[in-house]
């Protein structure tokens, strides 16, 4: 079965970092592409960060760029989100999913095919 378990939620002041991490297993790590994405209370779903298990290849929506970063550690199976500068409106569930597509080149319009449970992460002003 495909899992993938995303950990490292919480709460944190304006300014603050937090870093989550997704451990998958029942796939083949390096055909997918491993997304995360958020959604808050009355918002819609929206893309945050992919990174491509094919060839390490990332992408980040705008209003994350410069203060997430996405990475992989593909012999442990993890994909890691490492956020700086929180602000409140990163406040969100943030879940972790898999992508048959294996590249990043068109995640923000791409829904995955596999999804973890999401972990809250709540911003503070």
């Known amino acids: 079965d495909v899992q993938l378990q995303a950990s490292g939620g919480g709460l944190v002041q304006s300014g603050g970092s937090l870093r989550l991490s997704c451990a998958t297993s029942?796939?083949?790590?390096?055909?997918?592409?491993i997304h995360w994405v958020r959604q808050a209370p009355g918002k819609e779903r929206e893309g945050v960060a992919c990174i491509s298990g094919s060839d390490d290849g990332t992408s980040y929506a705008d209003s994350v760029k410069g203060r997430f970063t996405i990475s992989g550690d593909n012999a442990l199976n993890t994909v890691y989100l490492q956020m700086n500068s929180l602000q409140p409106d990163d406040t969100a569930v943030y879940y972790c999913?898999?992508?048959?597509?294996?590249?990043?080149?068109?995640?923000?319009?791409?829904?995955?095919?596999?999804w973890g449970q999401g972990t809250q992460v709540t911003v503070s002003s």
């Open positions: 029942g796939f083949t790590f390096d055909d997918y592409a």
């Open positions: 999913a898999a992508d048959r597509g294996r590249y990043c080149i068109t995640f923000l319009t791409t829904t995955p095919d596999y």
